[in-house]
């Protein structure tokens, strides 16, 4: 999958059904929505690609960035559920897309 700059033209890998660019207000284009839920927590992790269209003064407004997003389930009073979202730019995503394989890769090996 490339990641292509903004223009006004989607990206490649933009989901019409999901993308928000001609939206009042939006000016973003989005993926589509990858989930993964743990059967053993139910913690959910997302990930979606975005861009935002240009914005005046700032150059690298419009560069595409990875959105992740970890959701923990409501586990009673005192442990709420809670959410925490990162962004990735190309760079430490592909980092981290490194890490996560090598420790997978490990945690197989030792099983």
């Known amino acids: 999958m490339s990641i292509d700059v903004a223009t006004s033209e989607h ?3 933009c989901s019409r059904n999901d993308c928000l660019v001609a939206e009042p207000g939006g000016n973003v284009h989005l993926s589509r929505l990858a989930q993964a839920q743990s059967p053993r927590t ?3 992790v ?3 690609l975005m861009q935002h269209e240009p914005i005046e003064g700032y150059p690298d407004s419009d560069q595409p960035f990875v959105s992740l997003v ?3 389930p409501d586990y009673g009073p005192e442990h709420p559920a809670e959410e925490y979202a990162f962004c990735f730019y190309s760079d430490i995503a592909s980092s981290t897309e490194r890490m996560l394989l090598a ?3 490990s945690i197989a090996a030792d099983s």
């Open 103 to 105: 420790a997978t890769r």
């Open 11 to 13: 990206p490649s890998w």
């Open 70 to 72: 970890i959701r923990f």
């Open 42 to 44: 139910d913690l959910v």
């Open 46 to 48: 997302t990930v979606q």
